[in-house]
């Protein structure tokens, strides 16, 4: 079955270091999204790709993330510098096409980020 | 700006039905998800429901929509101890995104 991967599943590092996070979502699926979910809390979309075009980073904080997706596939997430608060889990979501019936996202495992 | 709210918590016995509630913010938001987590895992979808619809099943579980009060719930027959988890409503207002909007998540213990 198709799932969405991403990669690393656990990482620590200092603040002010920097941190990446990858994503390699189904197969043929246009819609790329970058949740953050802080313990306790909801996701929250941080962008959202349709093929290689950013269409929302409204709640990026674009000071210090970063996202591209060069070609329309997968996708990297970056901070820097990574503060205290970044501490979270990153998911990642893909969808086929928006508009089609339930537009259903699928989730990767994620990433939980410590930041020390 | 409004939240999509749910309580926290919810214990149930085992074999018992579960009841978890959600109240989103946009009227004319499209669709409604339920989807649920398991520890240190992702998203599940469980199911969903189109916004012109008052109810949905799908076997075990039964999800009711009052788009007057902006309320959905989702009902869990014959709960078992595998469905112990976080569960998540999301709304999805017609932005031209398609973005989801996620609730706080409630947390449901099953006891045996």
């Known amino acids: 079955e198709a799932e969405v991967a991403q990669s690393p599943r656990y990482k620590i590092t200092e603040k002010s270091q920097a941190v990446a996070f990858w994503c390699d979502p189904i197969?043929?699926?246009?819609?790329l999204y970058w949740y953050r979910q802080i313990l306790g809390q909801g996701p929250e979309l941080l962008v959202q790709?349709?093929?290689?075009?950013?269409?929302?980073d409204s709640q990026l904080p674009k000071d210090r993330f970063s996202a591209e997706r060069l070609k329309g596939v997968d996708s990297t997430l970056k901070i820097q510098p990574a503060e205290l608060g970044d501490s979270a889990m990153y998911l990642c979501?893909?969808?086929?096409?928006?508009?089609?019936?339930?537009?259903?996202?699928?989730f990767g495992p994620g990433t939980r980020l410590t930041v020390l | 700006g409004e939240d999509v709210e749910q309580s926290l918590f919810l214990s149930v016995r085992e074999g018992d039905s579960s009841v978890i509630n959600c109240t989103y913010t946009?009227?004319?938001?499209?669709?409604l998800y339920w989807y649920k987590q398991e520890p240190g895992a992702g998203l599940q979808l469980l199911t969903y429901?189109?916004?012109?619809?008052d109810m949905k099943q799908d076997q075990r579980l039964t999800v009711l929509l009052n788009k007057k009060d902006k309320h959905l719930s989702l009902r869990i027959a014959d709960t078992q101890t595998g469905d112990s988890a976080i569960y998540f409503c999301?709304?999805?207002?017609?932005?031209?995104?398609?973005?989801?909007?996620f609730g706080t998540g409630t947390r449901l213990k099953v006891l045996a």
């Open positions: 979501a893909s969808s086929p096409l928006p508009g089609l019936a339930g537009n259903e996202q699928f």
């Open positions: 197969s043929g699926h246009a819609t």
């Open positions: 790709f349709q093929d290689e075009s950013v269409v929302d």
């Open positions: 946009d009227s004319s938001s499209t669709y």
């Open positions: 429901i189109f916004s012109n619809m």
């Open positions: 999301a709304e999805s207002p017609p932005s031209g995104t398609y973005k989801y909007i």
